[in-house]
C-alpha cells in the first residue's frame, strides 16, 4: 500500500507556479522520493527524484525537507497541458515495486 | 530513442479466457515491471524481473504470471480471467532493479466482457 498522503485535488491558474505537497512521514533513509504524473489515458511519466536535497530538471523542481519527511513538486509556469494527476512515491531501496497512492488531480485554468 | 513499447493497445476478452500481454523495454533498460489500473485508481504493483529473474511480486493471485526473455522484453499473461481483471495493464522499464526511475509504456487496455 502506499505510504505517502497528497491532497485529492489542486487548481492552478496558467503562468502561475504550481506547488504540489506530499507527505512521507515514514521514508527510510536510503530512500528516495519520485514524483510522476499521468495525463488521461497514457501512462504515467517520471518527472524528478531525489534523496536529501532539492532537485531541479527541465521539467520541475523538488523541494524535500531536512527531516524528509514532505516534499513538495514545483512546476513554475503551470499551462493547459499540465492538467494530470501527480502521484508523489516512496521508492523502495532493494527494488523498484513503486507504490502508487491516489495522486493529486492538477486542474490548470486559463 | 524509442519509449517502452506494449502490444496490443487493446483487448477484450471473454471471462474464464487468457491472456498474453507483451512490452518491449527501453534499449538498455534491464529492468521490467508490470503494474495493473483500473478506472479512478493508481497503478498497482503486479512483477518486477531484472535479468529474467523474478525480483518483486504484488499481492496478485496466482492466475497472474510474467517472464522475461534474454532480451530484456517480457510477457504477462492472465489466466482463467475474471470481469475484475478489466483494466490498464501498465508495463514499466528501468536500468537496473532498484533506485532507479520506471518509465511506462501507455499500456494495453483490457476488458473481460
Known amino acids: 500500500d502506499a505510504k505517502t498522503t497528497q491532497p485529492p485535488s489542486m487548481d492552478c491558474a496558467e503562468g502561475r507556479a504550481a506547488n504540489l505537497p506530499c507527505n512521507h512521514s515514514t521514508i527510510s533513509g536510503n530512500e528516495y522520493v519520485y514524483w510522476y504524473r499521468q495525463i488521461h489515458s497514457q501512462g504515467p511519466q517520471y518527472i524528478i527524484h531525489?534523496?536529501?536535497n532539492n532537485e531541479t530538471n527541465e521539467m520541475a523542481s523538488l523541494i524535500i525537507t531536512e527531516d524528509r519527511k514532505s516534499s513538495t513538486l514545483i512546476l513554475p509556469h503551470a499551462t493547459l497541458r499540465d492538467t494530470a494527476v501527480y502521484y508523489c512515491i516512496e521508492g523502495r531501496y532493494n527494488n523498484n515495486d513503486m507504490r502508487f497512492g491516489a495522486g493529486t488531480r492538477l486542474t490548470v485554468k486559463p | 530513442d524509442a519509449g517502452v513499447t506494449q502490444s496490443p493497445t487493446h483487448l477484450i476478452k471473454t471471462r474464464g479466457q487468457q491472456v498474453t500481454l507483451r512490452c518491449s523495454p527501453i534499449s538498455g533498460h534491464k529492468s521490467v515491471s508490470w503494474y495493473q489500473q483500473v478506472l479512478g485508481q493508481g497503478p498497482q504493483f503486479i512483477f518486477q524481473y531484472y535479468e529474467k529473474e523474478e525480483r518483486g511480486r504484488g499481492n496478485f493471485p496466482d492466475r497472474f504470471s510474467a517472464r522475461q526473455f534474454p532480451n530484456y522484453s517480457s510477457e504477462l499473461n492472465v489466466n482463467a480471467l475474471l470481469l475484475g481483471d478489466s483494466a490498464l495493464y501498465l508495463c514499466?522499464?528501468?536500468?537496473?532493479?532498484?533506485?532507479?526511475?520506471?518509465?511506462f509504456g501507455n499500456g494495453t487496455r483490457l476488458t473481460v466482457t
Open positions: 514499466a522499464s528501468s536500468l537496473r532493479h532498484q533506485n532507479t526511475p520506471l518509465h
Open positions: 531525489g534523496l536529501k
